[in-house]
């Protein structure tokens, strides 16, 4: 079992800035490749950015490009989510989310957090 926390959630104004971090357990961090989803009231999970188990490789979806960045720290168990210029549209619970095949983590990963709110006000 792979036990993650989400931590870093808040309320922030349209431009601004918030950092997410995820904090793994339970088993080899670096055996598990990472991704961030969210969603918002309404409205079905999405996947938001992934990045592979030694973070050579990363994804994200269309509407962060340029403005969130993933990154991970294996010697800490690690991974964050650098949010910039931040959006109301980007207001949603987010989740940290790990499986060990980075095709998957994308879509239908194995474990998930339980979430942090992230509020942006217009």
């Known amino acids: 079992q792979v036990q993650l926390v989400e931590s870093g959630g808040g309320l922030v104004q349209a431009g601004g800035s918030l950092r997410l971090s995820c904090a793994a357990s339970?088993?080899?961090?670096?055996?598990?490749?990472m991704g961030w989803f969210r969603q918002a009231p309404g409205k079905e999970r999405e996947f938001v950015a992934t990045?592979?188990?030694?973070?050579?490789?990363?994804l994200y979806r269309d509407s962060v490009k340029g403005r969130f960045t993933i990154s991970r720290d294996n010697a800490k168990n690690t991974v964050n989510l650098q949010m910039n210029s931040l959006k109301p549209e980007d207001t949603a619970v987010y989740y940290c989310?790990?499986?060990?095949?980075?095709?998957?983590?994308?879509?239908?990963?194995?474990?998930w957090g339980q979430g942090t709110q992230v509020t942006v006000s217009s």
């Open positions: 989310a790990a499986d060990r095949v980075l095709e998957v983590v994308r879509r239908t990963p194995n474990y």
């Open positions: 339970g088993r080899t961090f670096s055996d598990y490749a």
């Open positions: 990045i592979s188990r030694f973070g050579s490789s990363t």
